[in-house]
T-cell receptor
Framework: DAGITQSPRHKVTETGTPVTLRCHQT?????MYWYRQDPGHGLRLIHY???????DKGEVSDGYSVSRSKTEDFLLTLESATSSQTSVYFC????????????FGPGTRLTVT | RKEVEQDPGPFNVPEGATVAFNCTYS??????FFWYRQDCRKEPKLLMS???SGNEDGRFTAQLNRASQYISLLIRDSKLSDSATYLC?????????????FGKGTHLIIQP
């Protein structure tokens, strides 16, 4: 257990509404990530953070923004949700040594209607 | 060429059999390699890292062939509980600070 929680776990929202997903970790990891998982695709990186207030874009960042004001929290915001953002969103932390493997939170299932 | 490719399966295997998965990756400079397991509607969980010399963890053996850019996973004496999707994962850069690259997964079904 890497001490990662995500909230909410499930959400249904309407097209055009803003949505914020939260990732919380308890072990002071520097690196945090947001991925999305869709049928027919592997997990794809949205954004990542390498420290407080330090973030960068991933492969599929369009339509998403992130913030990290505290080490333990990494927020993902959909400014104006679209149906194409219906997905399962996973947060992850990176181990600080060894092979730098990543550990994932339980996921948030988001449906945009 | 896709960055990490896997046979999607499904592999239907009788309990107790040995099953092998392969995966290929496109970036020859890739630094580290993993197999993750994902159960239905759950998060991916690290199964094992893959080392250049090959490594074993109980019934699971992973091999890396850098020259051919492929990774393999062998499961011996398969159990019903091994049914899951197995994800081949690669760190394209040293330390992988900018994220992992995932294959789409191979679905394994162990039949009693």
């Amino acid at each position: 257990d890497a001490g990662i929680t995500q909230s909410p776990r499930h959400k249904v929202t309407e097209t055009g509404t803003p949505v914020t997903l939260r990732c919380h970790q308890t072990e002071n990891h520097r690196y945090m990530y947001w991925y999305r998982q869709d049928p027919g695709h592997g997990l794809r990186l949205i954004h990542y953070s390498y420290g407080v207030k330090d973030t960068d874009k991933g492969e599929v960042s369009d339509g998403y923004s992130v913030s990290r004001s505290k080490t333990e929290d990494f927020l993902l915001t959909l400014e104006s949700a679209t149906s194409s953002q219906t997905s399962v969103y996973f947060c992850a932390i990176r181990a600080s040594s060894g092979q730098y493997e990543q550990y994932f939170g339980p996921g948030t299932r988001l449906t945009v209607t | 060429r896709k960055e990490v490719e896997q046979d999607p399966g499904p592999f239907n295997v009788p309990e107790g059999a040995t099953v092998a998965f392969n995966c290929t990756y496109s970036n020859s400079a890739s630094q580290s390699f993993f197999w993750y397991r994902q159960d239905c509607r759950k998060e991916p969980k690290l199964l094992m890292s893959v080392y250049s010399s090959g490594n074993e963890d109980g019934r699971f053996t992973a091999q890396l062939n850098r020259a051919s850019q492929y990774i393999s996973l062998l499961i011996r004496d398969s159990k019903l509980s091994d049914s899951a999707t197995y994800l081949c994962v690669v760190n394209m850069r040293r330390g992988g600070a900018d994220g992992l690259t995932f294959g789409k997964g191979t679905h394994l079904i162990i039949q009693p």
